[in-house]
């Protein structure tokens, strides 16, 4: 645990204070988002109560993504007159057509009070200045990371419109201490700043958080990026459609969620559903009444723990972070296995720029092919022998190994698309 770090009473509650603190802030909103917001009015009946919560039924993205497309321009899952509501963001559309949502500015606040948890777990105070490297387009995360930043009093400074080059030299220029952005950028800013003689190491960073990839919970990516800026890094996790709702904490083996603001479910393979386990993330936002989500099926595979963390906390943690989507798990040869964990092999070797994985059908059964882009001067096929028996001997599978010429895989600013799946044309 970081010397002076406070926790909230809320971090340190026992089961029961959780349970009665949570289903006390949905019975005082429940009737009314049953009675005023049309989409949840029509899916769980004017009757819900709290009481029958295990019998209400689940809700999903693609749901909302239906009712919004036919209910333009922001669908049916609104509890207020449009008036009330002082803020409009979109999902990045990773998976699909982007859901856009909006907040009031109650919700806002409660947006910026969920990063404070997030930002007091990693250390960061207003004396800090926390630079972002994000473009600031109508996705959430940058917003409410940057707005959270001032609610806690830090200097929030904006790398929007700049070239990589550019906001390593402004981390240097302001002296940032915090640097908020995805991992796989994180990684992209140290070579570039390498390539342009930039020297990160006279910035004053201490901190980074980072979100969109579970790569700050893997601890070979984590590894790459605190020796590249000498910093501690923390995950967080989110979304937009659902809130700011976890953070890893000085344990840093895990996330934990922030039960005061979110009710945490686990859907286990055959359907059932408790506190912890093994399965899909269901997490209702306790403070976004507004446009609320109840019951909402997250697709992030999750393994919960309820114990007592070193760093002190009681809250639920994923260990781990996240393990992948649900629907990324395959099964190759028996074994499951999920992008997160190929990378945490393939960020092993410091000679990897760049990689992609594909899934694809080999004799009607899944297979795995890696494509790796080695540093100027590796020995490639080294390289190539070395991760394909590292993956082999770590999972237990076997995997296709291509090598490309430096420069030739994609970058990324936002999340990384690496993983993809296509069907082999089979040749007879």
Known sequence: MHLMEQLDPSETWTDAARRA????????????????NPFYRAKLGESATVEAWPELPFTTKTELSLDQAAHLPFGTNLTYPPDRYTRLHQTS?????????????????????SWRSIYRAAGVTAADRVFFCFSFGPFIGFWSAFAGAEHIGALAIS????????????????????LVCTPTYALRLADVAVEAGIELSRSGLRVSVHAGEPGASIPATRSLIEGAFGVAAFDHTGATEIGATGFSCSARDGVHLIEREFVAEIRSDDG???????????????????????????????????????????????????????????????????????EGIVRRFDEIVEFRIEAYIE????????????????????????????????????????????GSLPRFE???????????????
């Open 159 to 178: 790398g929007g419109a700049m070239s990589t080059q550019e906001r390593a030299a402004a981390i240097v220029a302001t002296r940032s201490t915090v």
């Open 93 to 113: 559309g990773t998976t699909g057509q982007p859901l856009r949502i909006l907040d009031t500015a109650e919700s806002w606040t409660w947006w910026k009070e």
């Open 272 to 342: 059932g559903v408790a506190d912890e386990g093994e399965g899909e993330l269901v997490l209702t936002n306790l403070g976004r009444w507004g446009s609320p989500a109840i019951r909402y099926r997250t697709g992030d595979r999750v393994r919960a723990v309820r114990s007592a963390c070193s760093c002190g906390r009681t809250l639920v943690k994923l260990e781990g972070g996240i393990l992948g989507r649900v629907d990324d798990m395959l099964t190759v040869r028996g074994v499951n296995v999920f992008p997160s964990a190929l």
């Open 414 to 428: 936002l999340k990384a698309r690496r993983f993809s799946r296509r069907r082999e044309v089979e040749t007879v």
């Open 363 to 406: 004799r009607g059964m899944d297979a795995l092919r890696c494509t790796i882009e080695p540093r100027a001067g590796a020995d490639a096929a080294g390289l190539a022998r070395a991760v394909g028996d590292a993956i082999h001997r770590d999972i237990g599978v076997r995997a296709a190994l291509d090598v490309v010429e430096p």
């Open 21 to 36: 603190a949570q289903r006390e802030r949905l019975a005082a909103m429940l009737p009314e988002v049953v009675r005023t």
